[in-house]
């Protein structure tokens, strides 16, 4: 089995070759629950808690049937919520499909017809209307 070296905050370990980020994740706020993990303006949020929203999120999203490879669209700002949602359906064994909140309602409504996420991680105020408002969203 191979294995890497790999710097997580500061710390040098060996880590098997066959983790998935998520489980380093998870390595990281069992060991160092209290440490930050996010810095955004004024908010700070604790690995603990971090790795709470993400597991909330990953509960709800296999709850309304998201399954290893589904897709799910993410239209949301650069946020906690944001790498919370990422770390929620990577958790849920789906992969994102990145839509910028800052786009065209046209753009967006491409990448969604294109790739055909059955979910939309977002805040209802991205939406921006048919067709991207028919597709089932999850609300951060």
């Known amino acids: 089995m191979r294995r890497d070296l790999v710097n997580l905050s500061a710390t040098l370990e060996w880590v098997e070759r066959t983790m998935y980020l998520t489980q380093l994740f ?13 810095a955004c303006a004024a908010r700070r949020i604790n690995y603990r808690e971090l ?7 990953a509960e709800g999203l296999q709850d309304a049937g998201v ?3 589904c897709l799910v669209g993410v ?3 650069r946020s906690p919520e944001m790498v919370a949602g990422l770390l929620g359906i990577w958790k849920a064994g789906g992969g994102y499909v990145p839509l910028d909140p ?11 017809e294109d790739a055909a996420p059955p979910f939309v991680l977002t805040r209802k105020s991205f939406l921006p209307g048919p067709p991207a408002s ?3 969203t999850y609300n951060c």
């Open 26 to 38: 998870e390595r990281k706020a069992s060991a160092s629950p209290d440490a930050l993990a996010i």
């Open 51 to 57: 790795n709470l929203q993400a597991d909330l999120i």
């Open 67 to 69: 399954t290893a490879g």
């Open 75 to 77: 239209l949301l700002d």
């Open 102 to 112: 800052a786009a065209s309602v046209n753009q967006i409504s491409f990448v969604l």
């Open 134 to 136: 028919a597709c089932p």
